[in-house]
């Protein structure tokens, strides 16, 4: 008899980023004419920037003709795009070869689909608060799963220790959703521990274009070591504003290599069978990205939102409420005031000021009690999100 997957009844009954749409839905249902300020799911709000949208519509012109139709694409990218991708790994002064990168449909997919390489015996750690698609994907698949709870004393950056002893080591730098970013020796002492314990560590750069501080690695292989450790994965959709549009690409070294097997050669293999590749659209479209043009055209757009940050940030200094993140991150995540939960306050914001952010607990239990902010929203509602919030907090 066929047997459905009956871990789906242990997740929660619903992904945390549509509660908070549902709830904001149910908030204007009932509160007809109001208007709110969303601060909470992280999601672009700055449209795609010209020279991508350029190459798009070039590109949908070649799938019109003859002589410049393209069918399947390789499954691992682009030739070209993996090429830019490595050169531009390269000006930040990482070497890579170009087969180490492999075009996906986004950080998120990709962030599943690897977990084949592994057996579903192998356990996992996910340092939390944490994006919820770590322990998601995880449970379904049955893996024992190590919660590892970081804290406002360690600055939400824990070091590697027994209790993280796992065969999979989740690590995302800058985090969602604390908005902290590891060192570049906090984050060595992770690829050091992953080697000497034999674990590999999925390490998510979705953020790392909001890195200012020199001392905070923008890859995890600008570290000793983390070339025989090391998957990253990294998207276009926050440095570029892919978020609907879908191109990422994920690092597997040559030198990974565990039980005798190299993951570079399994994931491309993988590949294979299980993708026929990023449209050659899209894949122009992510190649205009690492143009100079692209690359001046996107910086522009995250001056944008790191003034959105900034905003966020003077509001909370202002009112001496304690937080992490906004500097090297496109997150706050802040104390919620007198002891308030997450959740509580949630729903105290939106109907005192009616901006919404996300409660700390739906990124795992030791989220209670903090609360984040995403600084992709509109410029000028997140002015007035950040104001409201700071005289709310002031009134106390
Ligand atoms: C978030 O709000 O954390 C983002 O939307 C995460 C994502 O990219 O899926």
Known sequence: ????????????????????????????????GKKVFRMGVGDVSLPLCPAVIQALHAAVEDQGRAATFHGYM??????????????????????????????????????????????RDNSVMVIEPAYPEYVDTNLLAGRRIIHLSSNEEKGFLPEPCEEARADILYICSPNNPTGAAFSRSGLQAWVDFANEIGAVILFDAAYEIFIEDKEIPHSIYELEGADRCAIEICSLSKTAGFTGTRVGYTVVPRNLIRGGMNLNEMWARNRETRTNGVSYILQKGALAVFTPEGQRQI?????????????FMRALEAAGIWYTGGKNAPYLW???????????????????????????????????????????????????????????????
């Open 299 to 311: 910086r522009d757009n995250l001056r944008i939102y790191k003034e959105n940050a900034a905003c």
């Open 74 to 119: 390789p499954e691992a990218g682009d030739p070209a795009l993996r090429k830019a991708i490595a050169e531009h790994y390269r000006d930040g002064g990482v070497e890579m070869d170009e087969h180490e990168i492999f075009v996906s449909s986004g950080a998120c997919d990709d962030l599943g689909d690897i977990l084949e390489l592994f057996e």
């Open 1 to 32: 008899m066929l047997k459905p997957n009956t871990r789906y009844g242990d997740l929660k009954e619903a992904y945390l980023f549509n509660t908070i749409y549902r709830k904001t839905n149910e908030y204007l249902i009932s509160n007809a």
């Open 334 to 396: 802040m104390k919620c005031p007198d002891g308030m939960s997450g959740w509580g306050f949630f729903d105290y914001l939106l109907k005192e000021i009616q901006v919404v952010g996300i409660p700390g607990e739906g990124f795992g239990a030791c989220g209670r009690g903090y609360f984040r902010f995403s600084a992709f929203g509109n410029p000028e509602e997140t002015k007035e999100a950040a104001n409201r919030l700071y005289h709310l907090l002031e009134r106390g």
